[in-house]
Structure formats: structure tokens, C-alpha cells
């Protein structure tokens, strides 16, 4: 087996970020990007009622705070995506790149028991094959 391969059969909890920072539907999309800056995270999960309904994109945010007027402040419910992408903690990573390219998206939630235990990332992938 090669690098590259055994790569891509290394589970997503291997190479996923862990610790994944939430907000709410309702807040402000300002709030919503300090919240990414301060972190230094790119995508937040979106969570309502315990239950995470999407994934907010900071491309998303900033393009919206672009192009809105500022008569009324944008909310995160105005841009999220939903449904997530969701994979699982055991997936592959090359189950996870294809699902990621399928939904032609950068990022996807790991769910387990339908709570959210972290996050993979475009980044992640490059990384791991990058230090193979």
C-alpha cells in the first residue's frame, strides 16, 4: 500500500478538528464573524434547539455583510447551508473527500449519536496528505 493510500483510509477522527465553537440561528452575522476571527475557525456548526440545522461558511458571512444595505442587520438563519454535510467519525478520509467534492463544499460536520463531535475541513485533507 502506498502513502497515499494509506492516507486516505485513515479515519476522519484522525485528522478532524475536535473542538467545534456553535451559534445560533438568530445571531447577528457581525457576531457570527468575530466569533470565526477570534477562534481562527472558518465555519461554524448552527445549532437550534440542541439540534445542529446547518453549517455557517465564513465566505458565506463576509459575502453577505458585503452586500447587504445595513438598514437591518443580517442573521445567520439569512445564509447558513442547510442541511450539513455530515460524515462519520469512522469514515475514511477518501469517503469524506468524495462526499465533501459530491456536495461541493470545503467543510462537513462528524456527527456521532446525532451530536456534533467535530468538524473536517478541506485544510484537514490537504494537511494530512501534504505530511502524508
Known sequence: MSMMESTA??????????KVLGIVPSALLGVALRMMVEADVHHLPVVDGGRCVGLLHEADV???LWSTDNRRPPVVAAVVRRPPLVIAAEDTVRVAASRMVDAATDAALVMEDG???GIV???????LVATG
Request: a positive charge; charged letters at 25%; aromatic letters at 4%.
Open 62 to 64: 463576509l459575502w453577505r
Open 115 to 117: 451530536r456534533v463531535v
Open 9 to 18: 483510509t485513515g479515519q476522519v477522527r484522525e485528522v478532524m478538528t475536535p
Open 121 to 127: 475541513t478541506a485544510t484537514d485533507i490537504l494537511r
